[in-house]
Nanobody, 123 residues
Framework: VQLQASGGGLVQAGGSLNLTCYAS????????MGWYRQYPGEQRELVAS??????????DYADSVKGRFIISGDSAANTVDLQMNGLKPEDTAVYYC???????????????WGQGTLVTVSS
């Protein structure tokens, strides 16, 4: 299983960026996908997560991005997007795509990470 993330870059404060992540490989079913970010010397923190179930979608945001970031997912296509608006210098970090999914070998629920993508917001 591979997670391919794209969309990072440099933007001025107040600007927007869109991150995209696509999961591929021996995937049976995806439980959830999300985005985390990591500041230098710190642990990764949740930015936003998306889970699609037959009972409806579940979306969570970190308090620091509520009202500015929008996560959307397509469980059938195994993709998740993060639209980041109103970016602030404190949003500067490496962003990682994450997925919890079952693989076709039925070996249980696994967590996978994509490569990080750098988001830099200039003041």
């Amino acid at each position: 299983v591979q997670l391919q993330a794209s969309g990072g870059g440099l933007v001025q404060a107040g600007g927007s960026l869109n991150l995209t992540c696509y999961a591929s490989g021996t995937i049976f079913s995806v439980l959830s996908m999300g985005w985390y970010r990591q500041y230098p010397g710190e642990q990764r923190e949740l930015v936003a997560s998306f889970s699609s179930k037959h009972t409806g979608d579940t979306i969570d945001y970190a308090d620091s991005v509520k009202g500015r970031f929008i996560i959307s997912g397509d469980s059938a296509a195994n993709t998740v997007d993060l639209q980041m608006n109103g970016l602030k210098p404190e949003d500067t970090a490496v962003y990682y795509c994450e997925a919890k999914l079952w693989t076709t070998d039925y070996s249980g629920l696994h967590e996978y990470w994509g490569q990080g993508t750098l988001v830099t917001v200039s003041s």
